[in-house]
Structures are given as C-alpha cells and as structure tokens.
C-alpha cells in the first residue's frame, strides 16, 4: 500500500482553526461533500491540533482509492522555519464516497472526543500511540497520475 | 516544563498565546473534574474573538466562571479563573513563545475540583472599541464579593504577551 505525507504548518503561523482549514483544502475541492462534512468537524479536530497530537502521530485518510493520506501538523520554531510541505496532493483523496479519517488523540481526551465525533461514522479516533488498520487493501487508483510516494513514511509505525 | 521557541513577530505571538490559553483553559476544565464538551464545542469561535481581540490589543482578559446551574441566579458562582493580558510583559518587544503546563497544574491542585454538576462559560474581557467578532455577544461578569483572588503568575509567553493566571476560592 502506497502512502503519501504532508506537513502543514500550525501555531503560531496559524491557529489551531486557520490549520483544520488548510488540511481540510488539501484534502478536498470546494464542492465535494466531504469538505462539508470535514468543516463539520471543525472544532474539534483544531482542538486535537492545539494539542499538538497531530505533530507526531498523523491524521490519516484512507481513500476508496488510491494512496493512503498521512498529514502532519507543524509547531513552534518548525513551523516558523517553514519545514512544512503543503504542496497539493495529485488528486482529491476524498472525491469519492467510502473514504475515512483518523484523527490521533490523547488517552486523557479520547473518551469525549469519541463521543462528540460518534455522529460522524467516516472518523475514527484513535489513540496517538497506536496505529490504524484497515479491513482490506485499498484498490489501485482508479485515475492516473503523478503520485509521490514517500517512502520514510511507509518505515513509520 | 515549560516548551518554548524564540521568534520576533507579533502575528505569531498574538497567535501562540490565543491558542495556547484555550488549550490551558481545557486543561484547567478537565483537570478540575468538568467535562470539557463545552470547550470543545464553541472551540473555533473562542479562537477567533481571543485571536482578534490580541491582535488589535483590545483582549484585557479571558475568564472562565464556574458556576453550579442548581443554586439560584446571583449565588451560583463556585469559582473562576482569569487569563490577565500584559502587553509589555517584554518590555523589547521581543521573547520566546513558550508554554508552561505546570503552572496550570499547580492552580487547579491549589483550587480544588468542582462537583461534575457544574457548567461554565467563557468571558472576553475587553477595552471598549473592540471589533465585532461572530458568536460572541455582551454580557456581565458573576460577582465575586466573598471570593479571594489568587495569582499564581505568568503560564504563557510571547513576543511582547504574557499571560497571567490567576483564580478564586471562596473565602466566606
């Protein structure tokens, strides 16, 4: 399965809003649905970004197709630095229904955080120490394209 | 521990320290035994009033009342606690953008928990001639006649900002 990462850069460059926003463009077109139900979300993903949980442990997208979606957020000094990398991804991984998303979440958190999101059957919150399956291997990408595949990410546990 | 990064921008100082005192005040909301749903859903238009409000320098302070929702109006304040904005807390202009979560700590252990009954909401204490933020609308402070004020210092720092905390306990 192929993965593909982005960093984007978060407090202080942005707010913890102004961050959920940038993914939330990565992620989808201005007239998908899903951007609809991500914006839906809003304050309690940038919640999970003030924390910081999305620094080491992703937000992960699994599309219906095509590669898996790692995005990071960046903090402090790094983020001040611009050791981000927003560059647009080469498709809109949530075009197209079947997609989920994990959000990382502290173990203190995680309990209220699952039962703001319970409505939301497309999230799963996970623990930011554990990692996240799927029930089957994702089909190939249906269109073509330039996919960068960043390999350092498929070693990450 | 205390996190902290050196920059010289006001833009990023009024943006780590907006952030950074809702994230304190989460921190003191479940620290002190109350459900943090409340935070969690008004998140993005508490960001957006504090984050504008430091940047035209018109935030003052930012407030949390707990108060118990079963004892009448005018008596229900159980405690509260107060982000106080210095802006020339460096006087250069200049700083670190740091974090300290163990002053949060050391409040909510010197404060005390509060029964799971209890609600809260969040207060902007601003200058006059603030801008009009949406979701935030004009209110009034619960009073605090027969609560002591304690200060226990500054937690979050940058550029010229700090960010004192301080909280009350009844006293009589």
Redesign the interface.
Known sequence: MSVVSRRVAS???????GTWKVIVALLTAADHEARTSLEAI???A??LI??EYTRDAPIVVVPAAGPRIRVYTVH??AA?DGDGDEAPLATWPLAEPGWRLSLPCGI??ID??R??LQRYPFIDVRDTTEGITVDAVAPAPRTAGSVSINYDEMERP | MTASVRVNTHAYATTHVATNMLRSMKQIIRESGLSISGIQSQWAVLEAGVAAWLNSRHLTGLVLEVYDPGKASGADLVGRFDFTIDYGYYSDGDGDLWLDPDTITYAVRKNGSYPARCEYRFIADTAAGHPTVDGWSTTTFRSTAGFTRHTVGTAIGGGSLGAGLSYYTRSS
């Open positions: 407090v202080p460059v942005r707010t913890s809003v809003t304050n309690t940038a919640m003030s924390e402090g000094m001040v203190d958190d209220d955080i039962a703001a």
